[in-house]
Nanobody, 128 residues
Framework: QVQLVESGGGLVQAGGSLRLSCAASGRTFSSYTMGWFRQAPGKEREFVAAISWGGWSGSTTYYTDSVKGRLTISRDNAKNTLYLQMNSLKPEDTAVYYC??????????????????WGQGTQVTVSS
């Protein structure tokens, strides 16, 4: 069982930056693949980024095309924390952002149904 708590959302102007954090419970965080998803009003929850659990070769990151070069996913296994650094934000990035976990020891996925553990979400609003 993994419990996830997001923080760091807020209101920012277009072009600005935010860093989201996701604190995870448990001693096996390093063995879980982690993801960020977002849901805008009236839309389906969509994949944003994922980071694999790592293993011998280290973690691999994945992004949806619309955020490549602007958003960066990372993890600190010593702190049981997942991050999403968000730069050059656009109004279309406005959504509730959720962190999610799957595992242990499974590959990353872009499908929300593959993630059994979810946080409560944090609101990100980008004004134009």
């Amino acid at each position: 069982q993994v419990q996830l708590v997001e923080s760091g959302g807020g209101l920012v102007q277009a072009g600005g930056s935010l860093r989201l954090s996701c604190a995870a419970s448990g001693r096996t965080f390093s063995s879980y693949t982690m993801g960020w998803f977002r849901q805008a009003p009236g839309k389906e929850r969509e994949f944003v980024a994922a980071i694999s659990w790592g293993g011998w070769s280290g973690s691999t990151t994945y992004y949806t095309d619309s955020v490549k070069g602007r958003l960066t996913i990372s993890r600190d296994n010593a702190k049981n924390t997942l991050y999403l650094q968000m730069n050059s934000l656009k109004p279309e990035d406005t959504a509730v952002y959720y962190c999610a976990a799957r595992g242990p020891l499974v590959p990353a996925s872009r499908k929300k149904d593959d993630y059994p553990y979810w946080g409560q979400g944090t609101q990100v609003t980008v004004s134009s």
